[in-house]
């Protein structure tokens, strides 16, 4: 199998996920909605009945300013994880056996689907920038780009770790199982909710091996670059989280090729 | 063409079997050859060089599919049990046998989809085992449930199929014209499949699995679910492919009266092919026409009739009952025997449910599970297939 056609098939699989996504424009609601009610609801909130001590050291950053990355890194987690497992749905309403008859490599069609994950996350995040200014949030085009370039990144590892569930899942049964187990897990460890300092070890423990905290983390770095916020709120520098991320997305859509390559 | 086959043409003028490049003889029992022109007007099919359509790609001289002892165990259960049968280019195959015999596993086999327990089946010239890619490229598959994106427009379902199969781009255009119009859906080419009735989907699949050329369409159960009139427009469908694209069409059904459409048949139970054959002779098998004639005087007729031909005569509520080797063609004669005394005639030809009964003890609407049944069967024999 050559390397143009390989692309082909690649091509083939992102053009429909790009076409799926464009036609419905109920997710494209739900995409600006979602992220608008946690912001909006909890944030505001929470942020209105608690003070907010995470950004110790006498720093003046709101709760929303705070929350906003950990809201864009949520609706990533949840676009990216729901596309890889739409697999599940492809193979309930048969469309999946089309893809697997074809003469081509399977692991070209994971690539393809992440590809076309990351995609979607990319233009997901570029909708979330609109929402920056309700956090009080300032972007800079060097920061909104680096959120684009992120989301794209941890999009298309949670994607492939998607992919690579619903590779091994024969039915929607295993969805919910899948969503409490890992998902709302990832979300709520990975420090978009509250500041991973001064938690109890065990959990401090368990966000540390979160994937998506070094996602987010790397969020807060970019967005916050340079400002006084930035000292206080995030983990890692920023190379120690790009690492991470990329190395994840490695790692995750060989995972992701591997499993639906020798799915059975 | 082999001796074997070289006197099979000669027996049966009328019959569809014959045709062209290869006489590849299944390995099962041949059964009777047939006795004069069949009734049944059949289109001969489309040699390699009469096709007026674009050709399939084939490769090799051989047969389009041969099999040769394909077993599928599941643990115990043996789905497929060492069968072995040709299929010609450029005619219609058809597997009949009722829900469970092994259709769709073997189906599934051909298509690499599984890997045979033992046994070889070699598809236009690739081994489904060791080549699976050639073997891929050489063939189409409409399922017997959806495989389309119901989302996407049928062109775009059809530009997905084309990058998969690495058709080139100058291509498209052309082909798709082609395989729409041959299902009468060019006008709904750009709407979304998901407003599309049972029938149309069907008919867009059948496309679809037509659009890269391949030498060997496979349809499982095309017609399932389908009102008649559908099912008959999916019919004139399959035979105008094989007409004008000279595909070979591999199909299974479990309707008996449908697979009188095939040039040939295999009618598989309990994953044994029990008789092979077109479906003339295979009901010529089972025995004669029936004669059903109705007389100005039964009385005088009857022993008239016996005396004249040597068969036995029965009278029955419809008329005077005896059977014949070729009813169709005995009816002239009987009105030119006895002119005047016959009011009417009809004949019953045995059918394949006749042949079926006679083989398996059973007829085949005894095993017809129902709607939700097959659906079940279904997603079990493609889905749960190699853990």
Redesign the interface.
């Known amino acids: 199998?050559n390397t143009r056609?390989t692309a082909?098939?690649i091509?083939?699989i992102w053009?429909?996920e790009q076409?799926?996504f464009f036609?419905?424009k109920s997710r494209w609601l739900g995409l600006i909605i979602q992220p608008l009610l946690y912001l909006v609801l909890v944030g505001v909130g929470i942020a209105s009945s608690m003070t907010f001590r995470g950004a110790a050291g006498g720093a003046n950053v709101s709760y929303l300013t705070f929350m906003y990355p950990g809201i864009v890194g949520m609706s990533v987690l949840f676009t990216a994880i729901f596309s890889g497992v739409g697999i599940i749905w492809d193979?309930e309403?048969?469309?999946?056996?089309?893809?697997?008859?074809?003469?081509?490599p399977r692991w070209a069609v994971a690539i393809g689907k992440s590809l076309g994950i990351a995609t979607t996350v990319l233009l997901q995040a570029a909708i979330l920038l609109i929402l920056a200014p309700i956090a009080h949030v300032q972007l800079s085009v060097g920061s909104a780009l680096g959120v684009l370039g992120v989301c794209a990144l941890v999009g298309f590892s949670l994607g492939s770790l998607g992919i690579a569930i619903a590779s091994r899942m024969?039915s929607m049964e295993g969805f919910q199982f899948v969503m409490n187990v890992l998902v709302m897990p990832m979300f709520f460890l990975s420090g978009a909710l509250f500041p991973l300092t001064g938690l109890p070890v065990w959990l401090s423990a368990l966000a540390h091996i979160d994937p998506l905290t070094y996602g987010i983390d790397a969020l807060r770095n970019v967005i916050y670059v340079g400002g006084q916020a930035a000292r206080v709120l995030v983990q890692y520098s920023i190379g120690v989280d790009l690492l991470v991320v990329a190395a994840l997305a490695a790692l995750l859509v060989l995972l992701g090729a591997w499993a639906f390559q020798t799915q059975? | 063409m082999t001796p074997e086959g070289m006197r099979a043409k000669g027996t049966t003028p009328g019959a569809t079997t014959m045709h062209g490049a290869t006489a590849g003889t299944a390995t099962t029992t041949q059964r009777a050859t047939v006795q004069g022109p069949a009734a049944r007007t059949v289109a001969t099919p489309a040699g390699p060089a009469a096709g007026t359509g674009p050709a399939a790609s084939r490769a090799g001289a051989g047969p389009a599919i041969r099999v040769d002892g394909l077993t599928k165990k599941f643990g115990d259960f043996t789905a497929v049990d060492a069968i072995s049968f040709d299929v010609r280019y450029g005619e219609i195959f058809g597997f009949l046998g009722p829900n469970g015999a092994g259709k769709t596993t073997t189906i599934r086999m051909l298509a690499t989809l599984m890997p045979p327990s033992s046994g070889r089946a070699v598809l236009n010239g690739f081994d489904v085992v060791h080549q699976q890619v050639k073997v891929r490229e050489s063939i189409g598959l409409v399922f017997q449930d959806n495989s389309l994106d119901d989302r996407l427009s049928a062109n775009e379902n059809l530009y997905f199929h084309a990058l998969m199969y690495d058709m080139p781009a100058a291509e498209f255009e052309p082909r798709v014209r082609e395989v729409l119009s041959m299902v009468d859906l060019l006008d709904r080419r750009h709407a979304i499949v998901r407003t599309f009735s049972g029938g149309m989907r069907r008919r867009l699949e059948i496309a679809r699995g037509l659009l890269h050329h391949p030498a060997v369409l496979f349809l499982d159960e095309p017609t399932v679910g389908l009102d008649p009139q559908t099912r008959a427009a999916i019919w004139e469908h399959v035979k105008r492919l094989r007409d004008g694209f000279g595909v070979t069409v591999f199909m299974t059904t479990h309707y008996m009266d449908e697979a009188e459409n095939c040039d040939r048949i295999a009618i598989i139970d309990h994953g044994h092919i029990v008789a092979l054959g077109s479906p003339e002779e295979l009901k010529a098998s089972v025995g004669e026409d029936i004669m059903s004639v109705g007389a100005a005087d039964p009385q005088a007729l009857a022993p008239a009739i016996a005396a004249r031909y040597g068969v036995e005569v029965n009278q029955g509520p419809d008329g005077l009952r005896f059977d014949v080797k070729d009813g169709a063609a005995f009816i002239p004669r009987l009105t030119a025997d006895f002119p005047g005394q016959i009011r009417s005639v009809s004949v019953h030809r045995p059918t394949l449910d006749d042949v079926f009964l006679q083989l398996t003890g059973r007829a085949i609407r005894d095993e017809e599970a129902s709607g939700l049944d097959q659906m079940r069967m279904h997603a079990r024999a493609w889905g749960g297939g190699r853990r």
Do not use: C, I, S, T
Request: net charge positive; hydrophobic share 45%.
């Open positions: 199998m056609r082909k098939v091509y083939a053009y429909r076409v799926r036609r419905d193979r309403f048969g469309f999946l056996k089309e893809v697997l008859v074809a003469p081509v024969q059975p």
